[in-house]
């Protein structure tokens, strides 16, 4: 089975998000899946232009001459994308949108109807691949997801070969690497997110009760705001002097 993940933390392997993203592939190497795993961070990946050569004049086939050209036979063959994203704006972050835009090369330029709804029908050569997201938000709802979640919901009316699988989702997730640095480490949550990784091998799916460990509160909510505020506030007061 091929996985391919892109990470679009600007952070890359020292951000919030890969101490989620990690242990998750992890567990999906564990159980015999063939990962890749890419940072856009480290790709030149140029912004949709929307002359829609890639349906016309080249189908399936981008213009532009930039890493989108490596990354589209990738898609093509992945088994399971996973897309993994700080939460910026209450979306995915700039080069992560930047690279979905990028991915309609792999739709059909006709219509279909599946399910009561209108959608592009599955590109040449493309799989039947499962979607899975990974991120992370520093505010501490969960419901700070939902506006990113309804994006990812949508991605198979653009690419029907897609299929949205589920989520893991680390609110305040800046309280981790504290934790981690004072002996606190929150274990139950990284098993919780290998485990996660092995059972979307091994099952196509992942079970709602590891994904909500995976969210689990790290610290009550009136709390969190105190230390937030006075952890600003001291780096304020340090910038100013």
Not at 121 to 127: A, D, F, N, S, Y
Not at 141 to 160: C, I, K, T, Y
Not at 219 to 230: G, S, W, Y
């Amino acid at each position: 089975m091929k996985v391919l993940a892109v990470n679009s933390s600007p952070k890359m392997a020292r951000g919030n998000t890969a101490l989620i993203l990690n242990p998750f592939l992890e567990g999906m190497r564990e159980v015999g899946a063939e990962v890749e795993l890419f940072y856009t961070r480290r790709l030149k990946v140029n912004p949709c232009q929307g002359c829609f050569n890639c349906w016309r004049k080249t189908p399936g086939r981008c213009r532009q001459e930039d890493d989108m050209q490596m990354l589209l036979p990738k898609l093509r063959e992945a088994d399971i994308l996973v897309l993994a994203t700080p939460v910026h704006a209450f979306g995915v972050s700039g080069p992560m949108k930047n690279l979905m835009d990028r991915t309609l090369p792999l739709a059909e330029p006709f219509l279909e109807l599946r399910d009561g709804h209108s959608c592009h029908p599955l590109g040449e050569g493309q799989k039947h691949s499962k979607v899975v997201l990974v991120s992370s938000c520093a505010l501490w709802e969960r419901d700070n997801f939902d506006s990113l979640l309804v994006q990812m919901r949508a991605l198979p009316v653009g690419v029907a070969a897609w299929e949205f699988a589920g989520a893991l989702l680390r609110p305040h997730a800046e309280e981790m690497r504290p934790m981690i640095q004072v002996g606190l480490s929150p274990d139950d949550i990284f098993e919780a997110a290998k485990e996660a990784g092995r059972q979307m091998v091994r099952d196509g799916e992942m079970s709602p009760e590891i994904l909500d460990i995976v969210s689990r509160e790290l610290v009550p909510l009136e709390e969190f705001i105190q230390k937030t505020n006075a952890y600003l506030q001291h780096r304020l007061e340090a910038l100013r002097s």
